[in-house]
């Protein structure tokens, strides 16, 4: 079945936006705004897209290859031309960015609008309903779990590579009162294709539990916490996930053992509640790529042999002249406050003890020069600078289930 005609607009300028809108672009009916505000990017992309197309290399997980060729109708940075008349709403671009896109659309924001995190990582929905909240109740709010795609951006505003596709995603959807031209879900699915598969989850906390910033931070930990001495790298910057040692990869499977027991006291306290979806993240790597994984012996291993991840390094920088490590980067500035903050923030609620969350974010609010914890409770002077719950006023399981 064809799509009614759709508009939608993406917001951002990253990997995610560029392949989102290369792919959508490409299909009938749909038509396709980009509205990114960082810097000068919006006109350096319209500029570009007027003698160029954007090209979306694919390499499909049984090792194919195919291409689309495609165009966005524009690229603005004024969301006044953006928002009115769209469909859906696409952020793709990091959560620490979240607050400045919604302030941006909510003038312009009509009912009956789909509004999508890919990903909205932990938090986006207390963020979405805090901030939109005169319009909010006729809008549906939907958040992936993760990226549907491994992709990287080769040639701004030209090219685009998508390296692997997710199996599935789970999806957290509050419907909310509109009307839309197609249930959220399924027109999204439309959009991205036959993969990843769209499952929705039962309740919106699993996909906040679930959210894949619990990854980045136990590796950094790990490996520039415990594993280095402080010099220049003189052999480069490391593999990220296939530089997955021992220590870095039990690091990852206790957080994500808190992560799991988070979601059976749940369930337990609320025992109609099915958090079931909530899984341990070396499940999830096996399930999503599945394909793309040569050993799955262990989570170690699944990291390091997954295809998927080729080539992708630790985020470094240059310091007089030297390689050191980039703690600016989003595994850190993003991925704590907008991630492993909010899943301790909902752990703490339920009463859920989680030693190993706790030294890594101690270690990274050092880093950042924020205070979140006081020993191993949120109660930080800058928490409203987090997405936790704590930081929107919510108290309760009840409070958080009647969102």
């Not at 709010?141 to 795609?149: K, R």
């Not at 199996?167 to 993969?195: A, D, F, N, V």
């Not at 337990?268 to 599945?290: A, G, K, Q």
Request: aromatic share 8%; with cysteine.
């Amino acid at each position: 079945m064809s799509l009614p005609a759709i508009k939608i607009l993406v917001c951002g300028g990253g990997n995610g936006a560029h392949t989102l809108a290369g792919i959508a672009a490409a299909i009938p009916n749909v038509e396709v705004r980009v509205l990114t505000l960082f810097a000068d990017e919006a006109d350096k992309w319209s500029k570009i897209l007027e003698s160029n197309v954007l090209v979306v290399s694919i390499t499909y997980n049984n090792g194919t290859t195919a291409e689309i060729l495609s165009k966005p109708k524009l690229v603005t940075k004024d969301p006044a031309i953006a928002v009115p008349g769209i469909d859906i709403i696409f952020f793709t671009v990091p959560a620490f960015a979240h607050q400045q896109y919604f302030h941006a659309i909510l003038p312009f924001l009509e009912p009956n609008v789909i509004i999508a995190g890919l990903p909205g990582q932990a938090g986006f929905e207390f963020q979405a309903i805090s901030t939109l909240k005169n319009v909010v109740d006729k809008c549906a709010i939907l958040n992936c779990e993760s990226l549907p795609w491994a992709c990287r951006l080769l040639e701004f505003g030209k090219k685009v590579q998508i390296q692997g596709f997710k199996e599935s995603l789970s999806t957290s959807l509050i419907m909310g009162h509109g009307k839309y031209k197609l249930p959220p879900l399924e027109l999204i699915q439309k959009i991205l294709g036959e993969r990843p598969k769209l499952v929705k989850t039962k309740n919106y906390l699993a996909v906040n539990l679930m959210a894949k910033s619990i990854v980045h931070p136990p590796i950094m930990y790990g490996k520039w916490c415990l594993d280095w001495d402080g010099e220049p790298l003189k052999l480069g910057a490391p593999l990220f996930y296939q530089g997955v040692d021992d220590v870095q990869a039990d690091l990852l499977s206790k957080v994500s053992d808190e992560v799991v027991n988070t979601s059976k006291k749940i369930q337990e306290i609320r025992p109609e509640l099915d958090m079931s979806e909530v899984i341990h993240i070396f499940d999830w790597f096996t399930i999503n790529y599945r394909d793309q994984i040569s050993d799955s012996s262990n989570l170690k291993m699944a990291m390091r042999t997954n295809k998927a991840y080729n080539g992708l390094l630790h985020p470094t920088r240059k310091e007089n002249g030297n390689l050191v490590p980039d703690f600016s980067y989003r595994y850190i500035t993003e991925d704590v406050p907008f991630g492993l903050v909010v899943i301790k923030g909902i752990a703490e609620i339920v009463g859920v003890e989680t030693p190993t969350m706790d030294k890594i974010i101690n270690w990274a609010q050092d880093i950042l020069g924020r205070e979140f914890l006081v020993g191993s409770e949120l109660k930080g002077k800058d928490l409203k600078c987090t997405r936790s719950p704590q930081a929107f006023g919510f108290k309760t399981l009840e409070e958080l289930l009647n969102v």
